[in-house]
């Protein structure tokens, strides 16, 4: 195609040449100039040096802040306690090397946590560090430190010791003499309901009653237990022996042998009872037998022990006329919760009975006459005065 591109003739000096290549005008002769129009603008110096300038005041503003700001923030922060202050720290079971020196550092028992680590590097005591209470002086050096917690616990532990046969109430007397948790909190911390979230064996639990669930051994805390983290440890424990106990496969050969259906709470029921009721493992199984051969029959267990759990002493021939829900004279079957908490003994005693045909029994001086009928035990009883 041809080319369509015009230019305008114009009258023009003498000796100007022009080029149509649309490249740069040249002068005719020597030192004439033109300009280019269409070259591009020159960079502007100045602009990209005050860009420049203005980056280096943000960072420079950026480092006095990181110097100064959390100094600032440090001096706002809480004071800890003075140097030669007592501070006592509880090192939990299973704590992670960090873990520890997070409780330490909290406590302002160590304020470098590096020196600390180096400390523990230092003295080999990665895997020596001992759970347990502490007893700290704020300003102790990290090596001082590390030296006790391998040593381990320096403050007393709690103990203590809960008897088989206890009431609750007997129970919060333990407590208090011993641990200084006064009796009235741990009563009024003795709800099953409660708990039964966390130990569902509490569902079957009466009068929203842990009667029969404190189990008794020797119990050692550390650090200031409340009234609950008593109770947890005993219902723990409960758990565990529980599980070992064979609960199920007990009550199906009650009701095999007798025809009685017991739940895990009656079975409970009746091991306090043989607890109150027996001193040694013989006489727990054959009063066991006994108990169970007044249940087969529907005659009522006659039991002075479950009297005792409302006189809170000795029961007389008076006490038994009176009418209540724990007098197995006067009612048939099985009280309304335990009456105290029975002896792993007494449980596997409830659990797996003697086979006998005795009816009656009759305490005397440490011993008990077990009879199978009630002129045995009348003669039981006139001999045995």
């Known amino acids: ?7 305008k003739r114009s009258a023009r000096p003498a000796g100007t040449r022009f080029r149509t290549d649309n490249s740069r005008i040249q002068p005719a002769h020597p030192g004439a100039r033109f300009r280019d129009q269409r070259r591009p603008p020159r960079k502007n ?4 040096l005050v860009l420049i300038i203005s980056l280096l005041g943000v960072v420079l503003l950026a480092g006095v802040a990181f110097m100064f700001v959390p100094r600032m923030l440090e001096s706002q922060k809480p004071a800890g306690p003075a140097a030669g202050t007592e501070v006592t720290v509880e090192i939990p079971v299973g704590a992670s090397g960090d873990e520890i020196a997070s409780i330490l550092s909290k406590a302002h028992v160590i304020e470098d946590s590096k020196s600390y680590y180096a400390a523990v590097a230092a003295l080999g005591a990665d895997l020596s560090l001992k759970p347990g209470t502490y007893r700290f002086v704020v300003g102790q050096s990290p090596e001082e430190v590390v030296r006790l917690l391998v040593a381990g616990p320096n403050v007393e532990a ?9 009431t609750v109430t007997q129970t919060a007397d333990k407590v208090e003499a011993a641990l200084g948790i006064p009796a009235q909190d741990f009563l009024d911390a003795a709800h099953a309901s409660a708990f ?11 009068n929203d009653s842990l009667e029969g669930y404190l189990w008794p051994k020797t119990y050692t805390f550390t650090g200031t237990p409340q009234a609950t983290d008593v109770i947890r440890a005993m219902l723990d424990q409960y758990a565990h022996e529980h599980d070992e106990l064979g609960f199920d496969a007990g009550r199906e050969e009650i009701n095999r042998r007798y025809g009685v259906e017991m739940s895990e709470y009656d079975i409970l029921k009746m091991a306090s009872i043989i607890e109150r009721e027996t001193l040694t493992d013989d006489q727990r199984v054959d009063a066991s037998s ?5 249940l087969k029959i529907d005659m009522a267990l006659q039991s002075d022990a479950t009297m005792m759990y409302v006189t809170g002493g000795e029961v007389t021939a008076q006490d038994l006329k009176i009418e209540s829900p ?11 919760t335990p009456i105290c908490t ?20 009759y305490y005397s001086n440490g011993t008990v006459y077990f009879s199978k009928t009630h002129d045995e035990h009348l003669e039981a009883i006139e001999r045995n005065r």
């Not at 110096?45 to 990209?48: A, C, D, I, R, V």
């Not at 709690?158 to 206890?166: A, F, N, S, W, Y």
Request: proline share 9%; hydrophobic share 35%.
């Open 45 to 48: 110096k100045g602009g990209t």
């Open 342 to 361: 029975p002896s792993r003994a007494s449980i596997a005693a409830a659990l797996a009975p003697s086979d006998t045909d005795y009816l009656y029994f």
């Open 1 to 7: 195609m041809a080319d369509q591109t015009q230019f």
């Open 158 to 166: 709690g103990r203590l010791t809960v008897p088989e046969g206890m």
């Open 290 to 294: 006994t108990f169970y051969n007044r």
């Open 196 to 206: 039964v979230g966390d130990y569902p064996f509490l569902s079957e639990a009466a």
């Open 326 to 336: 724990y007098n197995t004279y006067l009612n048939k079957g099985l009280p309304p």
